[in-house]
């Protein structure tokens, strides 16, 4: 690509880059995920960053725009729509400055790319209330000053000013440690801002595809990034809360207003958006209130609520659905499910449709609402299966002229246990007390490796550790899955109950399945031990005591 054939930035070489940088994040975000300080194998900054990301070329990708401005609009309206996460909100917020500097242009000249950018950086500034340097704030003004710098050269071009914008964003990243005690402590760079390093190579990389004299500009990876010897992490006494996110749909939104009541009921608040679209992002310890207020402002969107504090976090994507025969009680039963055989166990078990998913994100109330619409019954009764999907579960009662029953099942035990309780020639209402008393009754167990050093609930754990939760709660760690079985079967008083099912994972061998029951049977020789194939990704064993 010579210089004399990319004279600008048009709409469909934009859209070519934003379709780079999407490419190179997925295929780098698990990388920036590793910059994350606690202790579950769960994504969080580069998920988050790529769900927002592809929110943003999926609205674009069936436009034949040829004007940049068209295709920047497209992009904000789709990254506000799809943001996740502080880091989300935030990357929406560069996408909205961005659309605001190009407007009404065709075509963007190096000098008004290089503007275009530094907007950008500045509409993130406006959107956070205390803005912190060392994130992904600084990141975004830094490139944006390297891209002015080269715009501002005879010789500037196009590619020139993004290699620039990449670069400087690179020696940003580099430098957040020096600015964020914090990330100095942990020894890495700020997950956010290394984030959209990733996004502006994928941009210069697409550019640079036949541009070849200008490869040598490309921004070299950090190829050493200080290894994560992560921070330990207290949990507050109160627990960290609950990261709370969704969208306002209505008609002349007071922005400043609705920002000013959600800061007095949380904090790290980002609410974003236009008079007719707003984004909300808030860590608070009452979700229910902040969503009721809210829902007095418009119709609430694409909610999301995620506990900070839950130790087991499993994040799932999509929906799948298995019908069942008709029943004479006219009652369905839907369950949010993860892992392969679990999925064939509640299918084995008469569950009419399953919400299944991978570990990307927890299913959206869309999600369950098209399951429940799915089944042929009048009557449904949900399981969430997860305390992270309790939330978007209820807000289906709302949305469907089906009478919705949700069950709050914390976990895929107290979940399988509901099921076998469920009777065909019940009626709903007996059905849902059989179901809610067998669910009380089953006590969990997870296990599964820390990926972070961190202190907990006052628990010390190094990575690569063996952690046990009971009942959602981190209560031992140690070296081996039959020790720390072992000792969670102990503080629950086992030798009271009478089964414990375990369910293996894919990542357990069948040599640590062996010994894991020849572990619980000696110590505990009065417990029947049934083992299932579980098939959940992250957690090696889940057991459930009953």
Known sequence: ??????????????????????????????????????????????????LTLQSAVEDIKESNAAEVSKIAKLASHGSLMGARGNSGVILSQIFRGFARAVEGKSSLTPAELATAFEEAAN??????????EGTILTVAREAGRAAAAAAASPDATVPRVIAAAASGARDAVLKTPSQLQILRDAGVVD??????????????????????????????????????????????????GYCTEFLIEGSNLDLERIKTQI????????????????????????????????????????????????????????????????????????????????????????????????????????????????????????????KNVILAAKQVL????????????????????????????????????????????????????????????????????????????LEFAGTDYGEVVNKALGKLGADSYELVTVYRGEGATDDELQKLESDIRSTHPGLEVEVQQGGQQHYPFILSIE
């Open 1 to 50: 690509m010579s210089e004399h054939k990319t004279p600008g930035v048009d709409g469909p070489l934009f859209k070519r880059a934003l379709l780079g940088s999407l490419s190179w994040l997925s295929s780098n975000h698990e990388e920036v995920n590793r910059l994350n300080v606690f202790p579950v194998p769960d994504g969080d900054t580069g998920t988050n960053m790529l």
């Open 123 to 132: 509409a993130a500034y406006r959107a956070v209330n205390k803005p912190t």
């Open 191 to 240: 997950a956010g801002g290394f984030g959209l390093q990733i996004i502006l190579e994928g941009m210069l990389k697409t550019i640079e595809e036949s541009e070849s004299s200008l490869a040598a500009l490309a921004p070299a990876r950090p190829a050493a990034l200080p290894a994560p010897s992560q921070v330990s992490v207290e949990l507050p006494e109160g627990g960290w």
């Open 263 to 386: 800061e007095a009921l949380g904090n790290s608040v980002l609410v974003v958006g236009e008079p007719e679209l707003v984004k909300v992002h808030v860590h608070t310890d009452d979700p229910t209130r902040i969503i009721t207020l809210a829902g007095g402002y418009g119709k609430l969107l694409k909610l999301n609520v995620g506990d900070m504090s839950t130790q087991h976090r499993r994040i799932l994507e999509g929906a799948g659905q298995a019908a069942g025969a008709p029943r004479s009680n006219g009652v369905g039963v839907v369950a949010v499910v993860a892992g392969r055989g679990l999925v064939d166990i509640f299918r084995g078990l008469g569950v009419d449709a399953i919400v299944e998913g991978g570990q990307t994100m927890n299913p959206s109330t869309q999600d369950m609402l098209t399951a429940i619409e799915s089944v042929p019954y009048d009557e449904v009764i949900l399981l969430p299966n997860n």
């Open 398 to 473: 709302g949305l469907t002229k089906k009478n919705v029953h949700v069950i709050e099942t914390h976990s895929v035990p107290q979940g399988v246990a509901a099921v076998v309780a469920f009777r065909g020639d019940r009626s709903g209402a007996e059905n849902l007390a059989a179901m809610k008393s067998e669910a009380e009754r089953v006590q969990t167990i997870e296990v599964t490796h820390a990926v972070r050093d961190t202190r907990s609930n006052g628990l010390k754990v190094k990575k690569g550790d063996v952690i046990g939760l009971i009942n959602d709660k």
